[in-house]
């Protein structure tokens, strides 16, 4: 047992706390700048740092936000006026969160195929990040789906990778954020995401148990069960909540405290009606919270419209405050698609 168990306990439940979420800004610089490119914002560190304080000292953030994912470079950064963004986060009573994967390489021998690295040198790292203050990390798996793939071979990797993390996360005093994706490219119908992500769980689990993971000390981070995006036949809102929650049920243990899904790609409207459909409709049938840990879906409206100038900060610290309010109602079931009309204001 990690001799951080109770406070991992404590960090986990508070990280899906009724009504609060997790924001994903942990985007690393490629993904990043290639966002930043395409509004035609200069891709510096400085850029980077600017839009990363818009984010962090978005006025009433906390009051939907429990933690936030951070990158490396931002971890160490501060904001214009010298404050470190650690110290802004402790202020706001918003949990420390950082991505420690070093992301998803090719898989040899599997085509079309990543694995995720950045298991190397990974205890020295969550001790350093540890003493910064962060108390919860992030790892990403990326499956594909497309012809004769996901093979085993990746399925697998990705899990023992997933299970090495968390246990060393634990072992070091972070809650550790298993975040195995399917993604939503292709033109896959609803039934193969759901054969897929049933059989992600699956190994994802197998190998929790086989690393030694305490499950009530970590959060799952899925991907919903939805048709692919090029598929001819996309499928209803209450489609993809009834199948994700049956998915999830059968793989994920009642110990597991939380659940905070990614958007994959949804749009911002899809993100919220599908997320709050699982709680309005089957709230009451799940052990776990069910919640949220976007980053799109909660960035990328304001990113719109910041796009580099800094006049517009304040504007898009409402539009962000705006998303994340309304992912903080579904994730109580009480989002209306009416909600989105309306002004939403600190
Ligand atoms: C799937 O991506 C995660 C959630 O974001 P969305 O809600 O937009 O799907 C996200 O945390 C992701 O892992 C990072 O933003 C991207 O990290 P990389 O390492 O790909 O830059």
């Known amino acids: 047992m990690s001799t951080y168990a109770n406070e991992l306990r404590a960090t986990a439940q508070a990280m899906v706390a009724p009504g609060k979420g997790i924001l994903a800004m942990d985007e690393s610089n490629g993904t990043c700048n290639k966002r930043f490119a395409a509004l035609g914002i200069p891709t510096t560190e400085e850029r980077r740092r600017t ?41 706001a009573g918003i949990l420390i969160g950082i991505k420690v994967d070093t992301g998803a390489k090719d898989l040899a021998g599997c085509p079309n195929e990543k694995v995720t690295e950045g298991l190397d040198g990974l205890r020295d ?7 910064m203050g962060a ?22 990797a990705n899990a023992h990778g997933l299970a ?29 995401s759901y054969a897929v992500t049933d059989q992600t769980l699956q190994a994802v689990f197998h190998q929790l148990r086989l690393q030694q993971v305490a499950l009530d000390q970590m959060i799952l981070k899925p991907s919903m069960v939805i048709s692919g995006a090029d598929c001819a036949t996309q499928a209803s ?22 659940i905070a899904f990614l958007s994959g790609g949804q749009s911002n409207e899809k993100a919220s009606a599908h997320l709050n459909r699982m709680n309005a409709d089957y709230g009451d049938q799940c052990p776990w919270r069910v919640t949220f840990s976007y980053a799109r879906a909660i960035q990328q409206t304001a ?14 610290q409402q539009l962000l405050y705006r998303r994340a309010k309304l992912n903080s109602a579904a994730s109580m079931g009480q989002y209306k698609p009416e909600m989105e009309q309306e002004p939403i204001r600190v």
């Not at 009433?60 to 110290?87: C, K």
């Open 51 to 91: 839009y990363r304080e818009l984010i962090l000292t978005t006025p009433g953030l906390s009051e939907a936000i429990s933690g936030a994912i951070l990158y490396d470079e931002t971890i160490r950064q501060s904001t214009q006026s010298g404050v470190p963004f650690t110290q802004v986060m402790k202020d």
């Open 125 to 131: 790292r969550i001790a350093e990040y540890y003493q």
């Open 135 to 156: 108390r919860f990390a992030k790892w990403r798996a990326v499956i594909t789906i497309g012809d004769d793939i996901p093979s085993l071979t990746c399925l697998e």
């Open 164 to 192: 090495r993390y968390a246990a060393l996360c634990q072992e070091g005093g972070l809650v550790p954020i298993v975040e195995p994706e399917v993604l939503i490219t292709g033109d896959h119908s609803l039934e193969t």
């Open 237 to 258: 809102v209450e489609q993809v909540a009834e199948m994700t929650i049956r998915c999830l049920r059968s793989n994920v243990p009642a110990m597991v405290p939380g």
């Open 303 to 316: 990113l719109n419209h910041w796009a580099g100038d800094d006049s517009k900060i304040g504007a898009a």
